[in-house]
């Protein structure tokens, strides 16, 4: 075996033990150092969507490109972009290619399996209807929010999110139609809390909420009724033939932490409490959790 396939061989074995993230910036490193490409780019191209997967540029509008693609099956590519930002270093990238792609051949099969690996593992933590992470997500991260939220002395509101009458909604329509509320009610919590905030599905007509470093509890009571107009106002289309539209209405009960509860399943199960009690005092309402409260509530 020669140096430079034993070199490929190895670094293709580092791969495999890295993440994508790291797996790219790894043949980033490796083209830099064996085959001097300053700047590059990968995309990988399944059907007609195109997605970055690394970027290293000086932010150069007009580079000059070589390019090197690597289909991976019937309907996915792997494309590696090498940027240029004059002729000369053009023409020499463009001299060892054939050195670079009998590289690239093997790292980009790693790449791909790497990508997979990632799109399997969102796919299992994403409800594939609403894009809404799913009660998997919860089960498997949620801990850690409650151990930063610990360190950073933050709160965290978690606001319980329910269709008031969604069960009328298949009753009178079918699921098709549950559906399409269950996703614009999804389209409409992602709209109204912040990119850092998360929103899950949690059951069949219930999302949770989780509202990271809120100041108070009013601070969580304003975010809830935001979400309760906001969705207020969005319409479903019924029938696209008639534009016949639905509009509904949700109710949300909210805790704490650490307020009410120190514990995941705890805090919880006083935010479906909440909600009980919401859903209780009729359509479109808020309720924050209190012991006090609470204990006068009839579940029964």
Known sequence: MNFSCETIINENEK???TDLDKSCLNIFDYLKLHHHINFLQIDIKKNSYTQNLFLCTNNNENHLVNTLEFQQNCDTTIIFHFLSIDLEDFESVKSHLSA?????????QSLFNKYMERTLNEMSLIDHLTGSYNRCYLDNYATNLLSLSNREQKKIAFVKVGIDQFKAVIDEFDYEVGDKVLKALAKTL???????????KISNDEF??????????????????KLINNFSKEKVIINEQTKQTLMK?????????????TTIDE?????????????NRGRSQVFMFSEEDTNKIDFF
């Open 15 to 17: 791969l495999k033990l």
């Open 100 to 108: 670079i792609q009998m590289s690239l051949l093997i790292f980009s």
């Open 190 to 200: 992602k709209e109204t809390v912040r990119e850092s905030d998360l929103v899950i």
């Open 208 to 225: 949770l909420v989780i509202l990271l470093n809120i100041i108070n509890e009013n601070n969580a009571i304003i975010i809830s009724q």
């Open 249 to 261: 209405t949700i109710c949300s009960g909210v805790s704490i932490y650490p307020d009410n509860a």
């Open 267 to 279: 805090i919880i199960k006083k935010s479906d409490i909440a909600l009980y009690e919401a859903r």
